[in-house]
């Protein structure tokens, strides 16, 4: 079997996974959470809260570089444990729908972001929320409305 042979079987085993609801990404830990022993998503309170904040704080207008500065502050480390977080870290985690209790698949297609490409697969009822759908469209839209490349933006958040 060629090496493009392979990729392409692989690729194929993670889309039936995204189709049939089994894929072990779905369960793939990120801030706010943690995996219990059967693998599970839990929330883990102490970041929830963090990520409560940060979401608050950028619906009311402060600035990715405002919330970075104020974490530093509080001495919340990142999630890589560096003291200060970044912006770019901050933004990702405004933009990931896992945490209203649902996980989109499929973002990424060949390293690139999924601007329509590929169908994607939004699950439902995952793990337990830890924002709003409401808060989660808010922070969307103000996001969306900042941008720089809104066409992107807007692309990349229609399946939620």
Known sequence: M?????SENIKAGLRRGFQDGTSKLAQRKCYGYDANADGELVVNEEEAAVVRW??????????????ADSL??????????????????IDKLLANEKYTGRVLLQKTVNGWDNAGEEKRYLYNSKHEAIITD???RTVQSERLCRSRNPDKMLAMNMAF
């Open 2 to 6: 060629n090496t493009i042979q392979h």
């Open 54 to 67: 940060m979401f608050e704080q950028y619906a009311a207008g402060k600035s990715l570089g405002k919330i």
């Open 72 to 89: 530093a502050r509080q001495h919340i480390q990142s999630p890589t444990g560096k003291p200060k977080w970044n912006r770019e870290a």
């Open 134 to 136: 409401e808060l989660f």
